[in-house]
Nanobody, 125 residues
């Protein structure tokens, strides 16, 4: 069992930056792939980024070049550095853990077994 707790959300102006953190419990964090997803009101949950256990990274086209996912296995934490934020990035951001990662389905929420409670990110114009 893995428990995930996100933090770092908030209100920021367009063009600004935020860094989200996701702290994981458990001793097997380093063997999990980790993903970030987001869900805006009235919209489906969408993939943002993922990082494999070996450090390979994957990004949605909408955030490529602006967001950076990273992990620190010594702290059982995954990060999402969000730069050049846009109003359309406003959403609840969730982190998720996948113990059996396949890169071909990194963006599929059903591939992830564990989810955090989410953190709100609001970008104002």
């Amino acid at each position: 069992q893995v428990q995930l707790v996100e933090s770092g959300g908030g209100l920021v102006q367009a063009g600004g930056s935020l860094r989200l953190s996701c702290a994981a419990s458990g001793r097997t964090f380093s063997s999990y792939a980790m993903g970030w997803f987001r869900q805006a009101p009235g919209k489906e949950r969408e993939s943002v980024a993922a990082i494999s256990w070996s450090g390979g990274t994957y990004y949605a086209d909408s955030v490529k070049g602006r967001f950076i996912i990273s992990r620190d296995n010594t702290k059982n934490t995954v990060y999402l550095q969000m730069n050049s934020l846009k109003v359309e990035d406003t959403a609840v951001y969730y982190c998720a853990a996948d113990p059996s990662f396949r890169s071909s389905v990194w963006g599929n929420p059903s591939s992830y077994d564990y989810w955090g409670q989410g953190t709100q990110v609001t970008v104002s114009s």
